[in-house]
């Protein structure tokens, strides 16, 4: 029952970044291992409203959690989003303007981030 409990978790996670990051995957273990699994199920509930139910629509959220993520200077997590944006049909041109707001809003530094994580995301489209 706990890995079928653990999967549904994991489709949460597909669903709105359409892969299940690796600390997600820790953490699921962790919280199986010491039979914690509540406390994960309970976080990915409110991400599930947060990110889907919003009213924004997940395309607009997962360019939300970017920008705020490139201001806070949190590399990993912004790729995240960054690539649950474009699951949920943001564009690279999306996701520089939010890079371009955050060089208003956050400076250089998070401009930065959001060109080099862009680039990153081209070159992986690239032949």
């Known amino acids: 029952m706990t890995d079928s409990r653990a999967e549904a978790v994991r489709a949460r996670y597909r669903t709105t970044l359409g892969t299940v990051p690796k600390g997600v995957e820790d953490r699921l273990q962790l919280a199986q291992h010491l039979d914690r699994l509540p ?3 309970a976080l990915a509930t409110l ?3 947060v990110l889907t139910d919003n009213p924004l629509g997940p395309r607009v959220q997962q360019l939300v959690h970017f920008g705020q993520l ?3 200077n949190h590399p990993t997590p912004a790729r995240i989003h960054a690539q649950g944006a474009l699951h949920t049909g943001a564009t690279l041109t999306d996701l520089i303007g939010v890079t371009e707001t955050a060089l208003i809003t956050a400076g250089v530094p998070a401009y930065a981030l959001g060109t080099e994580i862009i680039t990153e995301l081209l070159a992986a ?3």
Do not use: G, K, N, Y
Request: net charge negative.
């Open 125 to 127: 489209e690239l032949p």
């Open 39 to 41: 406390t994960e199920e």
């Open 70 to 72: 490139l201001a806070l």
């Open 47 to 49: 991400r599930h409203i």
